[in-house]
């Protein structure tokens, strides 16, 4: 956070070396640091009140909607009876809103690693998470989501991973591995997904592609796609796997039906008639993923600028 003017604050996030975001901060409503990194809640007047973590924006008012729906719901409709859901991650408490969303759901776990930063969250952006922590049916656990895997009893229909971007030195580096997805794997029940964003599909095309290879390396079926999100400023990748069917195999009229059956209505983004068409990718992306050879590996995970 940089001050311009006295009247301005400019909130900037660097892509690459070469370009990045400059939002102006027309009020800041938080700015501190936990133990896991930096965190700044301000508001913009286009995008309403902002949550950045280590200088990249992560949710806006006016657009979370479509990152949220979109980690969501293309994998929970191809699981399609979701009971236990686990959420690595996941400040802010939107990804829960989802997910708490489908009438089968009698279970969701999240699991986020900074219980400061979840707790920034609760109270200056309930317009995000909606209640969602106060839900009968919420686990809310303050741990490592690695650790928590690795140590739990526990099966799940489906893993979100709502985790920041894989920075160098940042706490999400090992979200991404095969051997984290390994472990993922061994929790999921039989037709059980995992669903992960994916970095931008523009400023980190390769990052993209070696996750999405990560996981293909682990799940039988493996759909990636991507959507564009404004307060990011570029298209942004999604990464499913799947025991069971491959999520570009759900046709639109069963997606749909799928959607009724688990009381879900009135989305802003994702449609279960464009289910099995949002697992398209154009060229220059697909031809990245078809280049892409090598695999995130704990001792040499993928990373972002």
């Not at 895997?149 to 095969?178: H, M, N, Q, W």
């Not at 069963?254 to 009724?260: G, W």
């Amino acid at each position: 956070m940089t001050s311009w003017k006295s009247s301005y604050r400019w909130v900037v996030e660097w892509h690459s070396p070469d370009s990045g975001i400059i939002s102006v901060a027309s009020e800041i409503l938080y700015s501190g640091r936990t133990k896991y990194q930096e965190v700044d809640i301000v508001r913009n007047d286009d995008y309403g009140k902002m949550l950045v973590l280590d200088g990249k924006f992560q949710s806006s008012l006016s657009d979370e909607f479509i990152y949220h729906e979109m980690l969501v719901h293309p994998a929970l409709i191809t699981q399609g009876n979701p009971r236990d859901v686990l959420i690595v991650g996941g400040g802010e408490g939107a990804t829960l809103r989802e997910v708490l969303r489908y009438r089968s759901v009698r279970r969701a776990v999240m699991v986020d690693i900074d219980g400061e930063v979840v707790e920034i969250c609760r109270k200056y952006l309930p317009e995000m998470h909606q209640g969602s922590f106060d839900d009968p049916r919420t686990t809310l656990i303050i741990d490592d989501g690695r650790k928590f895997l690795r140590e739990t009893k526990e099966s799940f229909d489906a893993v979100l991973v709502d985790a920041t971007d894989p920075i160098e030195g940042g706490p999400s580096r090992l979200l991404y591995t095969v051997e984290f997805y390994e472990l993922v794997r061994s929790r999921l029940r039989e037709n059980g997904v995992v669903a992960t964003q994916g970095t931008s599909t523009f400023y980190n095309a390769s990052t993209f592609a070696r996750v999405m290879n990560t996981m293909r390396s682990v799940f039988p079926h493996v759909g990636g796609y991507q959507a564009s999100i404004p307060s990011y400023i570029s298209d942004w990748g999604f990464v499913v796997g799947s025991l069971g069917r491959d999520p570009a195999s759900i046709s639109p009229e069963e997606a749909e039906a799928r959607a009724r059956e688990l009381g879900l209505s009135e989305f802003k983004y994702y449609e279960p008639s464009h289910h099995p068409y949002y697992f398209w990718l154009p060229p220059h992306v697909r031809r990245k993923v078809e280049e892409e050879k090598g695999v995130s590996r704990d001792e040499e995970p993928v990373s972002v600028y």
